[in-house]
Nanobody
């Protein structure tokens, strides 16, 4: 059984930082592209960042470039999202996702095979 579990969310003031983690089990982690998506109330789920199966390449939404860093540790079956200079508009539920792929990661949620339950990130003004 595949399981993705996010952690590290919480309440932070604007300008602060958080690090999210996604622990994976039940899959060959190194064979999967990993991604982060987020969804705010009343809005569609949107792409945040993705990383290739080996960790060699990363991709970011324009809204987070220069502030967020995605990484992975295949030996620990864990993916991370370091979020710096947080803004109120970053407030959302953040989801971890996995896709069995060795190529370029997708920004479309429909291509991902597995999802975590999400972790809430709230950024206050």
């Amino acid at each position: 059984q595949v399981q993705l579990v996010e952690s590290g969310g919480g309440l932070v003031q604007a300008g602060g930082s958080l690090r999210l983690s996604c622990a994976a089990s039940g899959l060959t982690f190194s064979a999967y592209v990993m991604g982060w998506f987020r969804q705010a109330p009343g809005k569609a789920r949107e792409f945040v960042a993705a990383i290739t199966s080996s960790g060699s390449s990363t991709y970011y939404a324009d809204s987070v470039k220069g502030r967020f860093t995605i990484s992975r540790d295949n030996a620990k079956n864990t993916m991370y999202l370091q979020m710096n200079t947080l803004k109120p508009e970053d407030t959302a539920v953040y989801y971890c996702a996995a896709e069995r792929r060795f190529g370029i990661p997708s920004a479309r949620e429909t291509t991902y095979d597995y999802w975590g339950q999400g972790t809430q990130v709230t950024v206050s003004s």
